[in-house]
């Protein structure tokens, strides 16, 4: 075959290098997994297996281990099986593992029994990423996205989707049996034929409707009325198309080199009751006492908020906007001035809306104000379809007032967040392919993500540093 690049014959005899080392080159990623692996102290992370057992047969060292999954991982390689071939054939990994070859069952162990430690490692390298003065900048974007569980959306059943459910057999099992009566007026054999098949189907479905008549049992014994089959901590949640079941996966993104430096993996569908918790914990990860954290109108709560005040970190998080009144054309709430010092608004027709009582309302303290003038105010039909105009603010409604001023003077804060924390989902969820979780139940499932998140910064970090820069700075 002339004019094609051509290959060397299969029988060729070649003089290969002596070693596994010699197919390594200096700044293969590989290196800088096998040395930050060594860095690590195992048996303070509190790893299974550091202290080998005085009998029976030897096992298989944790960092070993480790190192296969942090490789697998950075290289799209999440099945354990798949891990176990790969030691087989994969010279990168022969060399990492210095030859060893453990068996899928103890790959797979090893995550499901080291799940507590695999996530300190994660934290070890945020701790590291801290040391070199990465995170200096002290601005913060906290987002959360919906990964699908291994449990199937039809082994998922609520209230609503289980009636719908038996609703929808019971139908199917009345038209069975009118088919039946159907049958009998055919000749004997086709009758017979049809009746046979006619019957199977209706026992299956009288075998479902036992086995929905249980879930029932179930479901309405569980807290959230929600019940998962296959994996039981998944939930069905709400997404922009349509709904999967699975996990709300909530992380911290450094705004300057995309690291994440906290994330956590929850099973509520929604980030309302997030925001603080998330800045909390990504300033315990960084060190950062003055930290700005920046998110979207899905994590707007005035109490969320309050609370990232009273911790002392800056919270950007735009107003979700609610109003009926400004949705028909009229006034909005934010046409209504506060003044502080005599504590009363201003409308826009120029009238003091005086304070008239205080209530509470879901454990939130409101003020309500109103003005004597508004059933004679000729502005009355762009204000209110009622007499009078009443408005609530809350007893801390001056903390979402700050924020809302601090967010007019950094208009370009919502981008910064879009282009910052979306990145790393993106990409993560590339990675995992159409699948996402592998394991099951919520331990195991934050376990796989801590692998994941691990991968993403150590590939940013090679990206940033270098791989031979970055194995220096692990070993200082």
């Not at 509190?46 to 080998?52: A, T």
């Not at 005085?54 to 999440?78: D, E, F, M």
């Not at 490692?121 to 801290?130: A, I, N």
């Amino acid at each position: 075959m002339k004019r094609f690049v051509e290959g060397v014959s299969r029988t060729q005899g070649m003089l290969l290098p002596e070693s596994l080392d010699d197919y390594i080159v200096e700044d293969n990623p590989v290196r800088v997994v096998d040395v930050f692996v060594e860095e690590l102290d195992l048996a303070e992370m509190e790893f299974s297996g550091v202290k080998p057992s005085a009998t029976g047969r030897p096992s298989y060292h944790p960092a070993v281990l480790l190192k296969i999954y942090i490789y697998g991982y950075l290289n799209r390689i999440q099945s354990s099986r798949r891990l176990e071939r790969e030691a087989q054939r994969n010279v990168e990994l022969m060399w990492l593992t210095e030859r060893l070859m453990p068996d899928h069952k103890t790959i797979a162990n090893f995550r499901k029994d080291n799940g507590k430690a695999i996530r300190r490692v994660c934290r070890q390298f945020v701790v590291m990423c801290q040391k070199l003065g990465l995170f200096a900048d002290a601005v913060i974007t906290i987002d959360g996205s919906k990964f699908k569980a291994a449990n199937n959306r039809d082994n998922n059943f609520t209230s609503a989707k289980l009636q719908r459910r038996m609703e929808e057999i019971e139908g199917s099992i009345n038209r069975y049996l009118v088919d039946l009566d159907t049958a009998d007026r055919h000749e004997p054999e086709i009758a017979q034929a049809k009746t046979l098949r006619l019957n199977d189907k209706i026992k299956t479905l009288r075998e479902q409707m036992v086995k929905l008549k249980a879930i029932e049992v179930l479901l309405n014994e569980s807290s959230d009325h929600q019940i998962s089959l296959t994996d039981p901590d998944a939930r069905s949640m709400k997404t922009r198309g349509t709904g999967i079941v699975g996990y709300n996966v909530q992380t911290a993104v450094d705004a300057t080199h995309h690291l994440i430096v906290a994330h956590e993996v929850i099973n509520e569908g929604i980030d309302r009751d997030q925001l603080s918790t998330m800045a909390k914990l990504a300033r315990s990860e960084t060190g950062i006492e003055n930290l700005t954290v920046i998110a979207d109108r899905g994590y707007y709560k005035g109490t969320e908020i309050l609370a990232c005040d009273d911790a002392g970190i800056t919270a950007i998080v735009p107003k979700t906007t609610t109003s009926s009144a400004k949705a028909d054309g009229r006034y909005d709430k934010a046409d209504f001035i506060y003044d502080p010092e005599a504590n009363e608004y201003t409308c826009p027709a120029g009238q003091r809306l005086i304070w008239r009582f205080s209530g509470v309302e879901r454990g939130l303290t409101l003020h309500r104000y109103w003005s004597s003038h508004c059933p004679r105010c000729s502005n009355r039909e762009q204000c209110t379809p009622s007499d009078y105009r009443r408005v609530s603010r809350w007893e801390h409604e001056e903390v979402l007032e700050v924020m809302q001023s601090r967010l007019d003077q950094a208009p370009d804060a919502m981008r910064i967040r879009r282009k910052t924390v979306e990145h790393p989902f993106g990409t993560i969820k590339s990675w995992m392919g159409a699948a996402h979780f592998l394991t099951k139940t919520l331990s195991n499932v934050r376990t796989e993500m801590s692998l994941h998140v691990l991968a993403y910064n150590l590939k940013r970090m090679m990206r940033i540093l270098g791989p031979l820069e970055l194995m220096q700075a692990i070993r200082a």
